[in-house]
């Protein structure tokens, strides 16, 4: 009986595509939590509750850590959600490792496109191919405690001359604090300089001269003793609520660690004299909606897409969430113009760069890091970053060989 | 049920010799099979990419849209009914020979909702042919589905070196050649044994001499098998060759007749699915004698060696059963029967969900599998001992550094597995000692407070290991970790823990020894019960000392419960994973990584899983290696 | 205990020396988390110095004591989020996989010990052996047993049947190095009164193997209580993910709320002080409670 029903309802889905797609029931998988995971879950409520669309959804949260793998593991075996929400630099992988996402470009048109801040479609385009609708970005800008410091610095000419005005090491306070062991951070520097990881082809270019002369200015940076030591993401933070550090180069991610009776201003990373006047241009992370390749409703799922995407559920999310949407329309509203934060990160994600998306990004941490640690730990950025560029281009190469 | 006694020998080699002749002949008869519709699948495919790659190089020569529709008509017109083509450009479907394409959905038009997959496959070809154009990860350029016999392939459309649509085409199924009778197979099979049935009623029942007819009946049958096998699929080959000849021979006159160009070289149509020519057929449509012949002979070849593989095993099967391998087999499960339904459920779920997943490993690690071609079969991937020649052949230890001077490398393998070593020797050594200690210590008799101090001791083990990692970690801060504050309270200078390899390796140690412990004191301590109180007392009437007592009373006592304990730590701990991770995660410069983290990053940073499953695969072995002589050495597998 | 033999052991003034001290460095990180989780802020502590610090200064910053005793992050792990639900997952599977594996291992290490059969070796090593192969890499082999061929995602059983798999192992070893130090001649006597191998097992065993048991029972236990990746993978509901999962949604990727992070630490090991603390009664009988001697 239940073999006839399955029967019955694929030949009505062949016959009817429109009519299948109308009662589909989908599940989103994201790693959200605490306000982010409310505001997400109130904006799929709300178009559950549209009266035009027999779509529902059901939204379920992933643990960060737990993610890639459980996407690996499910999808490519036609199990797991209609739709994903992870950041960009993933995907690559995902793409060369097929039957995981579902390329988008057929259902985009150039108006879909315009409604997003151009850099944020680049970010989930892969070799041509659009692959995901952005939802909203992630970028890094300067955070200060306004206690300790009322206007922050706009060149890296003043940020020296400030933070170390406002360090006194014996005691434990800095002027600047950021996790300039962790190349995800110290990419704003190098992406300043005009260098990079990778060039078009997806070549490795590690230790090129723009990338030296950016480690250069931080060893300079080191030297002059304004930032603390063995810089983890914990002492940070540990650190800015103790009041001990007066600027931090993070996230809005960070804004969520940041005790209650501390008050603090956002504004763009400074402009770099040492690199002609050029601003620090930190990574951009951004956040697609993918639809899975293995989803029986993909039409329905790309609705959604187009839904969660959009201005009406971007202001629920940066107001409620405190995200930043990837919907330009967003910042026009009135509310959101009025935030210090989001206006903040708006203007910080000009002059940002998408992280690449290529499936190689991953091979680049682990020399990147030890490259970094060995510049942190006095060692000539040129021989570190040569070191790493051998060693990225082996780990690029083996995975290139032909058989 | 009594012992019935063995069956005679005379019977069991005739089993022997049909068991035997049923796995080289019944087996080798399916594998044929299977050789023999894939190789006619293969010739079937490669025609097909013949006929695409000639339509495509005809379709991109049509100087508009017009030209394109007018030249698919009459290509279609030149081929078989059951053809279909199809030109997509973007989203625009510019033309087609498809019936359902007609009327309101005649070309051109935009692609429907429900096409989205030819536009996805067409950006798909095109993101193929530029990623291979930059030395990427080899693509596929031609995409292949089969359809029962027919084949839809699917080619990209160039104009100027740009990518600028894909031309799609139904290549209808031919009839099939049909495939061989195993009538060859059944024969030789019930001959071998008729003839056995004779020899072994005319000769005297003795093993070596049964043996020895079996044998070479065994032997006689499968090398006619395999002899008139062989010859049948060189014949096939050829058959396939000649028809791909045909194929481009035909082609290259259509082409001819519908762009009246003279000069076509069709040889350059016969491509792989990167579009790189094979080379076998000549311009005009001839096969290249030589490369045939060494083709043909490559087919042979890889025949023979899996037929051999199949005959050994058969003849094992022979062996086995002959001389009642198998009947002591049956007989011990019978006899053991109660034992072994003992150990079933836990052997069977083990098996299930451990050693699934570690064969699945094993194989992976002979294979070339990366994130580039998971969709591909392994047998397609094999690169034999490739990966572990390239991990244990890496010699390379130091390096000289720009200006000159000689620098360590860490990433090499041996330092690895020395560095790996030490970290297990002297985590176990202490998570040992310290918890048989506080064990013997929890134990003395009427000692107060013993129930709170047990649980405040069991606590590191209790806690997530991720947080209080974490806090270790916290703890040796340079500025702000509490050891450097304690190091000062007594007039040390502060230390950068985490830039030289000992230093870190003491954080991670320190951080390890410490969550480790309280598994070895609860294990001592529950041990420490199995001692009968008596023994001491005896011990102490004789006037031994304490440490005469613990040396020979403890410790021997000890042994059957600690063994398999300090076994199991040693294994735990070469593989810690976390502790590494989070506390040191192989800094400085990858000094500090286990085997484990070095394989992790292979996978999932590199994503090459071959490699990195190689690596595991050696972890594997090298504990097999320690559990094996260590077992030897305590004899922990054996009662007392 | 004879007064006369008092002499020879160490002085328990000593014992208690020790003791504390090693129990002051067993608590001291979890201080530190304690500290964390009651400081209702998202940091780890650091330790908090003037600009000239004297002796006393560096010696009260390296003293974890929380400032404030704030709930704050207590209440907020248990009221944001269905905590309780995941807690009662976790112990579900937890026992289950402790109840199957200790179970199945009794049995098969009974048989190990007492029986004699082919294959009695190769079956221990085969144990040992499965141990060996790095579970890291093993996550989507696993996925493809549990989910697809079994069906049983998203369910408490998969779980247990992974658990109990993963705990078997080292629960045989244990237990047959344990039965092996019981002596044999305990079960010729009960087969001479006639009892059969079940009873024998059961009633003669069993209760001479309380310590292995609980050991065993306790890991089995810690092996599915504390377990991350297999129950984030293999649970596709929020209200079927386990205790440790809901915890790591306070550390991943960018965000770590490290205050959330330590009280829910706290709060999922309380449980397992809870088991050691009925199991230690276990843990400290058997063959010196006299019952050999008969």
């Known amino acids: 009986m239940r073999t006839l029903f399955v029967l019955l309802a694929a030949v009505a889905g062949i016959l009817m595509p429109g009519a299948a797609a109308a009662q589909a029931k989908l599940v989103v998988w994201h790693s959200y939590r605490g306000g982010e995971k409310s505001a997400f879950e109130k904006v799929v409520g709300a178009f559950n509750a549209r009266p035009d669309t027999k779509i529902k959804v059901d939204a379920l949260a992933v643990p960060f850590d737990a993610f890639a793998d459980k996407i690996s593991a499910a999808v490519p075996r036609g199990k797991g959600p209609d739709i994903f929400i992870y950041a960009q630099d993933r995907m690559g992988g995902w793409v060369e490792a097929g039957n995981t996402v579902e390329p988008i470009d057929f259902y985009v048109d150039d108006a879909l496109k315009g409604r997003f801040i151009p850099t944020t479609v680049e970010a989930l385009t892969y070799r041509g191919n659009l692959y995901g609708l952005p939802l909203d970005y992630k970028v890094i800008a300067l955070i200060h405690n306004r206690k300790l410091l009322k206007t922050p610095p706009r060149t890296t000419g003043e940020l020296v001359k400030v933070a170390q ?37 997806t070549r490795p270019t590690m230790n090129a001269p723009e990338n030296v002369k950016a480690l250069d200015l931080l060893v300079k940076w080191e030297k002059a003793g304004f930032m603390p030591a063995e810089p983890s993401s914990a002492l940070i933070t540990s650190l800015f609520n103790e009041g001990k550090a007066a600027m931090v180069f993070s996230g809005p991610w960070f804004l969520g660690e940041v005790a209650s009776d501390i008050d603090y201003g956002v504004a763009p990373l400074p402009t770099i004299d040492e690199a002609g006047g050029q601003p620090m241009r930190p990574w951009m992370t951004v956040e697609g909606v993918f639809v899975s390749a293995q989803s029986q409703h993909k039409d329905a799922a790309f609705e959604f897409a187009k839904y969660v995407t959009g201005a009406e559920a971007g202001k629920v999310m940066a107001l409620e969430g405190r995200q930043s949407p990837a919907a330009k329309a967003v910042y026009d509203d009135p509310k959101v113009q009025a935030d210090p934060v989001l206006s903040a990160f708006r203007k910080q994600v000009e002059v940002a760069v998408p992280m690449p998306n290529v499936a190689e990004m991953t091979m680049m941490w682990s020399p990147a890091t030890t490259a970094l640690n060995k510049v942190n730990a006095g060692n000539s950025p040129r021989e570190a970053m040569d070191v790493a560029q051998k060693a990225l281009q082996k780990d690029v190469d083996a995975l290139r060989k032909k058989k | ?56 190089s005809l379709v991109g020569q049509a100087t508009d849209d017009a030209g394109v529709r007018k030249l698919v008509s009459a290509w279609q017109g ?36 429900e096409e989205k997959p030819l536009y996805d496959q067409a950006q798909r070809l095109r993101a193929g042919v530029d990623s ?43 009839p099939s050649t049909g495939g061989r009778s195993p009538v060859q197979a059944v024969l030789l099979l019930v001959f071998a044994l008729v003839l056995y049935a004779v020899a072994a009623w005319l000769l005297p029942p003795r093993t070596a001499l049964l043996a020895t007819v079996s044998t070479a009946l065994f032997c006689l049958a499968a090398a006619f098998f395999v002899g008139g096998e062989l010859r049948a699929l060189g014949l096939a080959e050829r058959d396939g060759q000649r028809a791909l000849a045909s194929t481009v021979a035909a082609e290259v006159g259509r082409a001819r007749a519908l762009t009246g160009a003279s000069a076509i070289d069709g040889g350059a149509w016969d491509t792989d699915l990167a579009r790189k020519p094979h080379g076998l057929v000549t311009g005009a449509g001839a096969i290249d004698r030589e490369k045939g012949e060494a083709q043909a002979q490559r087919v042979r070849r890889g025949a023979l060696r899996s037929l051999l593989t199949l005959a050994a095993l058969g003849l094992l099967a022979l062996v086995v059963v002959g001389f009642g391998g198998a009947h002591r087999v049956g007989r011990a499960l019978v006899t053991n029967r109660q034992a072994y339904a003992y150990i079933a459920p836990a052997i069977m779920g083990t098996t299930l ?62 330092w690895t597995f020395l560095f790996t070593v030490i970290w297990t020797i002297t985590n176990v050594v202490w998570g040992v000692s310290f918890g048989l200690l506080l064990a013997l210590v929890l134990n003395t008799k009427g000692l107060a407070l013993r129930p709170i101090y047990r649980v405040l001791l069991i606590l590191p083990w209790a806690m997530p290991n991720y947080i209080t990692a974490l806090i270790w970690k916290g703890m040796f801060h340079r500025q702000f970790g509490v050891v450097n504050q304690v190091l000062a309270i007594f007039g040390f200078e502060p230390l950068s823990w985490f830039d030289t390899p000992f230093t870190s390796y003491l954080t991670a140690l320190a951080t390890n020894g410490w969550l480790s412990f309280p598994f070895m004191m609860v294990v001592s301590l529950g041990a420490l019960q199995s001692i009968p109180a008596d023994l001491y007392e005896a011990a102490r009437v004789d006037g031994a000392s304490r440490w005469q007592q613990f040396r020979a009373i403890t410790l021997p006592s000890l042994k059957p419960a600690l063994v398999p304990a300090v076994i199991l730590s040693v294994v735990w701990t070469f593989n810690m994973f976390n502790i590494i991770y989070l506390v040191t995660a192989g800094e400085p410069g990858g000094s500090t990584e286990i085997l484990i983290t070095q394989a992790y990053k292979y996978a999932f940073q590199r994503y090459q899983y071959g490699y990195a499953a190689a690596y595991a695969t050696i972890i594997f072995g090298i504990l097999l290696v320690y559990g094996t002589i260590q077992n030897r050495v305590t004899r922990a597998t054996e009662a007392l | 205990m004879a007064p006369s033999r008092r002499e020879e052991r160490t002085p328990h003034w000593i014992l208690h020396t020790f003791l504390a001290a090693t129990v002051i460095y067993t608590v001291y990180p979890v201080l530190w988390v304690l500290t964390i989780a009651f400081s209702g802020k998202q940091s780890l502590a650091i330790a908090d110095l003037p600009a000239d610090p004297t002796k006393l200064d560096r010696f009260r910053a390296v003293l974890p004591w929380p400032t404030r005793f704030a709930f704050g992050n207590f209440s907020s792990v248990m009221a944001d989020q269905p905590f309780a639900r995941w807690m009662l997952n976790s112990a579900i599977v937890a026992i289950g996989a402790t109840i199957v594996g200790v ?8 048989a190990f010990s007492r029986f004699k059969f082919p294959g009695r070796r190769f079956g221990m090593m085969s144990f040992l052996v499965s141990q060996m192969f790095p579970g890291t890499l093993t996550l989507i082999p696993l996925y493809i047993i549990i989910v697809q061929w079994l069906g049983l995602g998203s369910t408490l059983s998969g779980l247990v049947i992974v658990y109990a798999t993963t705990s078997i192992p080292f629960s045989v070893w244990m237990l047959k190095g344990y039965f092996d130090t019981i002596p044999k001649e305990l079960e010729e006597a009960a087969v001479m009164e006639g009892a059969g191998p079940g009873k024998i097992f059961w009633s003669i065993v069993l209760p001479l193997a309380k310590p292995a048991i609980a050991i065993t029972a306790l890991f089995s236990f810690m092996t599915g209580w504390n377990e991350f990746i297999q129950a984030a993978t293999f649970m596709d509901k929020e209200e079927m993910y386990t205790a440790p999962v809901g915890l790591r949604f306070f550390v991943g990727g960018f965000q770590q709320q490290w205050g959330y992070f330590a009280a829910g630490s706290i709060i999922v090991s309380i449980p397992v002080v809870l088991l050691f603390l009925y199991l230690q009664k276990y843990l400290v009988s058997g063959l010196t409670a006299g019952s050999v001697k008969g």
């Open chain 1, 165 to 201: 005005g406002l360090t006194n090491r014996p005691a434990g306070k800095f002027g600047l604090a950021w996790s300039y062991g962790d190349f995800y951070y110290v990419a704003s520097l190098l992406n300043g300089f005009g260098g990079g990881v990778f060039d078009k082809a």
């Open chain 2, 1 to 56: 049920m009594s012992p019935a006694g063995p069956p005679a020998s005379r019977v069991r080699f005739g089993i022997g010799l049909l068991f035997g002749l049923l796995v080289a002949l019944a087996g080798g008869w399916a594998l044929l099979l299977g050789a023999r519709t894939q190789l006619e699948d293969d010739w079937t495919t490669r025609r097909a990419i013949v006929a695409v790659n000639a339509l495509g």
């Open chain 2, 78 to 113: 030149t081929h078989p009914p059951g053809t279909r083509v199809r030109v997509i450009r973007g989203t625009t479907l510019e033309a087609s020979t498809d019936p359902a394409d007609t009327g309101a959905k005649a070309a051109p038009r935009r692609l429907a909702r």
């Open chain 2, 132 to 174: 291979n154009r930059e030395g990427g990860a080899p693509k596929a350029e031609i995409e292949v589905e089969r359809q029962g016999g027919a084949r839809q392939v699917a080619a990209p459309l160039e104009a100027d070196g740009k990518v600028t649509g894909m031309v799609r085409l139904l290549v209808p199924a031919e």
């Open chain 2, 353 to 414: 969900l451990v050693f699934f997943p570690f064969l699945y490993g094993i194989a992976l690690s002979f294979t070339d599998s990366n994130i580039y071609n998971t969709n591909l079969p392994l047998t397609e991937l094999w690169v034999g001992l490739r990966n572990y020649a390239t991990i244990l052949g890496d010699f390379s230890f130091l390096r000289r550094a720009a200006d000159g001077h000689w620098v360590f490398n860490y990433l090499n393998f041996y």
């Open chain 3, 103 to 110: 179970a199945l291992s009794c049995t098969a290490a009974y």
